[in-house]
């Protein structure tokens, strides 16, 4: 892959970066992580705001605009897709310097197979003894590198698909990779951004989805306990979209779900995403 | 300066790491910023240690032991102390491959001098809207680069030498950069580790040199506005050793201490920690 | 004094209630604390309104309407008022009985002089150590009796004039018997009812007159540690109305506030509260 | 009923206290509930230290010692189980009177039934949306009329047997009449005293035969979830003793449990209780 950094476009062996001269170290940075669909990067905009939010949070100047952003990604596509003809992903890494002036690297590799078992069947959870910090603690905006409880929680995630986190008044969160839905009582239910959640895309098109086809959706505090409430649950993130949840711990959750309302969006969830315009500002399709 | 990284001797130009084969972006790293005092590394056992048990927390592996950890420390101070005769501040970085596999980085500079205004008037510090979690939520033993409370807290410093943060309890914790004591009739309290600190090695040699003078020392949750009933409050940290406070926000805190507990400390400290053995270990002075 | 009780007017003696028949003892009750100024309630809809919110919340019904509020607090005042001429402190209390039928004890006292230092010289206040959970975790409109952080704090009183409370945050909450005000940079700020406090009438009214003087007021969240850089801090209470702070634990606060925005405050406060209509509603003066 | 009220034996109608001179309104005061067994109260001297250590912390001098209270309590068992043979429910209630001197009032009723359903088939139990503070912010060991957690969670009751209550971190505490315990992998597990639970006399009780079995025994922190992974659940309480819980909000918890350890533990509990010394202390059986 080719990846683009300092300037120009080199190889994953000559992607280097300076130690001393950077925000690298002492985690002045902020970072995105998006995917292509038939090599179009998804929802370029929408992840554009988002780093741009995270970057005035940390006082990181951003140097580029969307329009020189979405040409270094379509750029980096042509270079890396084309001739392998993989999905990508991409990730977008904003450094500040120690001389008050930030950068922008963009790294490529390509996208991570899912199995289509994780679909049909679902996949199995845990529920992490990290705590993750509501917002009121630590502003969830902010994507960076290496928070502890994220850190941690992969260490010691084993046989699972993802782990949950609460916070610490032991509302739920969110997984170290995906955001989470609840379905109960025929409504669709996830943690708000106050409970410390990163505000996923695939978690922004889901409630559109779901609004869409007027399935009642409350963004609200979570407790923990709800997961074993609800009548089912799921995950969604970028690479993988939405992905059924078949057990958390050890306990069975759902034996089949052929019929729910997961089925119902998954099924539904491809179609919406390519059709909604907003996920393709920008390009001209 | 020449730094240690892959294995090699680096200048500052040349010390670069690849971004896509580290956990520097994925933030898997742990780090420990020592001193020289006439050019041999201070308590490089207690660092050691530390680092040790971060990375042990983080699971991540230590690919040196004690022994060779110092001959790397000492090596660099032949390189890079010698030729200038500066004292040096040496960040040392444990960061996880994506392989799994650990490397060791050593970076040099010049210990930043410290104007005789701070120890003789004493600083302003300012209390920061941000919150340090306590280690009930985030574990305070590992020292990460990039803790948003840390990063926050330092782009809004202004004219404050440090800036204190408070947990969610409203307990008092430390500085960005620097550990805090309270003198209260006659005693000197500092807050605990379960408060959410980083276990100081300034800090911990302070507590040792109150106990040796016969100060009764209390390490406890200190509330934060206790830092306004105290007599006297002086911040740690390994670059200036003790650093008084004249000045808390913008009220008068301490006119003179010129005679107070801050002052004897402050005036026996170099000796206490150039005596002290635990200090030196593994160094034949 | 001869107080409302099971449908009767009783001596101080007879006023006795069945410990086995009435929620006095299973806590299902709620009250309100009145005073008089000239022998007439202030108030009176105001607080008869706190107890209908209050006994709404704890679904205790609520057997009498406002006008059969005052008429009762007026029959007492003749009773008791007349006869003496003293001003009066008033307590009204609704008790659910076991048989989820509720009734209403109306009990009368002298209202306790004032000493005239507590408003020239002003009053020492402590710090609480026990905590008063915020409105997250208890209701606070709910006047109970009994709340244990109250009473404990109260049985630490010693020398204060009273004791102000914070909330599990840290923030700052209330005294045991007062709201709490601060000044900073010619602003009037007094913590929000979701730091845990009881919406005191008196402190309503202070912020009324504020507003009328054009004294900016922000109702906020207020860390402990901000009493120590306010420039003034008074607490308010219905018997007392304002009342200067001049000391905060052992570090003196305020020297002389006589030119203060406390002392405009306090100046004007009884020609307000006597000439603001809404506290008079339903007394045809 | 006869009753022991500022010492004399009065019957319910007569049981009355007067409102102005006795802590009873201000919250003044503490209580404890105990039960007979073939007309002998059932650990009077737990309960007897129980409510010391709550006046204790209170500050309300206790008017008597243990022989005095078991006699107290004995003399009642005579009047009032003799008669009908019933087994009596007593109430002792310490209230501090606003003269600063304390009155024991003690209350008899009738011991409510409990079906054989309840142990047969199991209960119902709902978790409640109010918080019960942890430890570190309300101290658990007072028994207090009236907290307002509790009041307002048996407001909302419904078709429950009981509900249960989390703290401010979603960890388990216990029901407003019960604690609560869980069996997982073959152990023991139930909320420790820091959570915010009332050291139940029944609980210990259980944690005794437990032991005396040789199952494991966890008392520490419990997640609210981690209701729905354990295998059983149960509560205890005075009244009733062990009550298996079948049901958790609207969620099938246990068809059958009938050879579990909460079998095990119903089956031996009363043979336990009969035969531990420690209950029947003061009592030559």
């Known amino acids: 892959m080719l990846n683009y950094l300092a300037g120009q476009w080199l190889s994953d062996e000559e992607a280097t970066i300076n130690v001393k001269n950077t925000g690298i ?23 554009f705001e988002r780093l741009k939010k995270s970057a005035d949070y940390m006082g ?14 379509l750029e980096g596509v042509k ?43 679902g996949v199995k959870v845990g529920i992490s003894k990290f705590i993750r910090p509501s917002a009121a603690l630590v502003p969830s905006i902010i994507k960076i590198p290496g928070a502890p409880w994220k850190v941690l929680t992969r260490k010691a995630m084993g046989v699972y698909y993802d782990m949950l986190l609460l916070n610490e008044k ?20 996830t943690p708000n951004i106050e409970s410390g959640i990163l505000p996923g895309i695939t978690r922004e098109n889901v409630i559109g989805l779901a609004k869409a086809m007027e399935i009642p959706v409350e963004e609200r505090t979570v407790k923990g306990w709800e997961l074993f409430t609800a009548q089912e649950v799921f995950l969604t993130h970028t690479s993988a979209g939405i992905v059924p949840i078949r057990k958390i711990e050890d306990r069975v959750y759902i034996e089949d779900f052929a019929d729910g309302i997961t089925r119902i969006l998954l099924d539904n969830f491809e179609g919406f995403i390519m059709t909604n315009e907003s996920n393709w500002e920008g390009l001209s399709k």
């Open 25 to 47: 170290l002492t985690g002045i940075s902020v970072y995105e992580v998006l995917r292509t669909y038939n090599g179009l990067p998804f929802a370029a905009k929408k992840h």
């Open 79 to 121: 270079k890396n897709h084309n001739s392998s003809g993989e999905e990508l992903r991409i990730k977008v890494i904003l450094v500040q310097s120690t001389n008050n002036f930030s950068e922008i690297i963009v790294l490529y590799e390509e996208l991570p197979k899912v199995s289509s078992d994780v679909y049909e069947l």
């Open 60 to 73: 990181i100047p951003l140097p580029i605009n969307f329009d020189e952003f979405l040409e270094l990604l």
């Open 170 to 189: 032991g509302d739920l969160c969110e997984g170290t990779i995906s955001n989470v839905f609840l379905i109960k009582d025929e409504k669709l239910i």
